[in-house]
């Protein structure tokens, strides 16, 4: 029988941590694309760069998000907005707020864009 609480005990502890996750896209309410680590997904931070609370929810949580973008197809602006969601294919959760996107770069020599963005309560 598994026991909950050891099993959290022991993803805590262990030294690797297989997360599967995703950032999806949105242009208002309608979702422009997910990306996934099996796809164009690099890597994703959420920060707390705020010291308030609000309904029990940090205040200022800082998204940087990095995607490869070989082909320049993606058009990421100030308008858009991420989710992150955690889970699997069939059952994701949203444990974070809406992100708001505030700056995009790009890396010539490597096709990755560097996305920061800030949640909505900010």
Known sequence: ?????????DCINSPVRNV???VELYNGST???TFKYTDRLKSFTV??????KFFGFGICQRLNVKIIDKD???GITTANTFKVAF?????????????????????EATNEL????????Y
């Open 1 to 9: 029988m598994l026991n909950a609480e050891q099993c959290f005990l």
């Open 20 to 22: 599967r996750a995703r």
């Open 31 to 33: 979702l422009i694309s």
């Open 47 to 52: 920060e707390r760069v705020g010291e308030g």
């Open 72 to 74: 320049r197809e993606l």
């Open 87 to 107: 889970g699997t294919n069939n059952s994701y959760i949203y444990p974070f707020p809406v992100f708001k996107v505030s700056e995009v770069h790009r890396d």
């Open 114 to 121: 560097s996305i920061t963005a800030y949640d909505v309560i």
